[in-house]
T-cell receptor
Framework: EAGVAQSPRYKIIEKRQSVAFWCNPISGHATLYWYQQILGQGPKLLIQFQNNGVVDDSQLPKDRFSAERLKGVDSTLKIQPAKLEDSAVYLC?????????????FGAGTRLSVL | SQQGEEDPQALSIQEGENATMNCSYKTSINNLQWYRQNSGRGLVHLILIRSNEREKHSGRLRVTLDTSKKSSSLLITASRAADTASYFCATDAESGGSNYKLTFGKGTLLTVNP
């Protein structure tokens, strides 16, 4: 079974530029998550999708971050414009459903450096 | 906000020794999960313990849960160099409808020296 795929693995941009990350979840997984992990901290949930609908985006900085999951499969996360404090690893995860007992499967992440 | 807080922040042991990591949380939960993250990689699920369970085992892993103290511990027995990683506890919370989300702690960095 293929795991969660993310690209690119690394991205370096200057502040005020735009960047986009892509995620392909495990086949059949209805729930998809985007996390931000700052160095030395645990992952922080940015947005949760159930199929192609948003379940929770309470911690997404909506003035600069956007995400979509067209057709309920792949997802993209965009930052526009980027700030220095956006430097972090962006992790995508998926689970069969969004139930409490469900295990999340993570991709390797995209490491973003904003200069 | 971070729900779970792991303790210690960092732990260094010799191969063959046992490693114990603790997690405290603030609000009531349905389940608590532990994940491992190797350097530069994504998180990998280790074990899930339900709120009505007190102890669970999986191979060299032993997890305990004390809901009265809102705390959990992860014990890794007979550690190996390959166990070197960061370990996170994660608690669940409702996110919308019948969906749940996980809130992760800051993690414990475990180093197992050969």
């Amino acid at each position: 079974e293929a795991g969660v795929a993310q690209s690119p693995r690394y991205k370096i941009i200057e502040k005020r530029q735009s960047v986009a990350f892509w995620c392909n979840p495990i086949s059949g997984h209805a729930t998809l998550y985007w996390y931000q992990q700052i160095l030395g901290q645990g992952p922080k949930l940015l947005i949760q999708f159930q199929n192609n609908g948003v379940v929770d985006d309470s911690q997404l900085p909506k003035d600069r971050f956007s995400a979509e999951r067209l057709k309920g499969v792949d997802s993209t996360l965009k930052i526009q414009p980027a700030k220095l404090e956006d430097s972090a690893v962006y992790l995508c995860a998926s689970s069969l459903e969004g139930k409490s007992k469900n295990i999340q499967y993570f991709g390797a992440g995209t490491r973003l450096s904003v200069l | 906000s971070q729900q779970g807080e792991e303790d210690p922040q960092a732990l260094s042991i010799q191969e063959g020794e046992n490693a114990t990591m603790n997690c405290s949380y603030k609000t009531s939960i349905n389940n608590l999960q532990w994940y491992r993250q190797n350097s530069g990689r994504g998180l990998v699920h280790l074990i899930l313990i339900r709120s009505n369970e007190r102890e669970k085992h999986s191979g060299r892993l032993r997890v305990t849960l004390d809901t009265s103290k809102k705390s959990s511990s992860l014990l890794i027995t007979a550690s190996r160099a390959a166990d070197t990683a960061s370990y996170f506890c994660a608690t669940d919370a409702e996110s919308g409808g019948s969906n749940y989300k996980l809130t992760f702690g800051k993690g414990t960095l475990l180093t197992v020296n050969p």
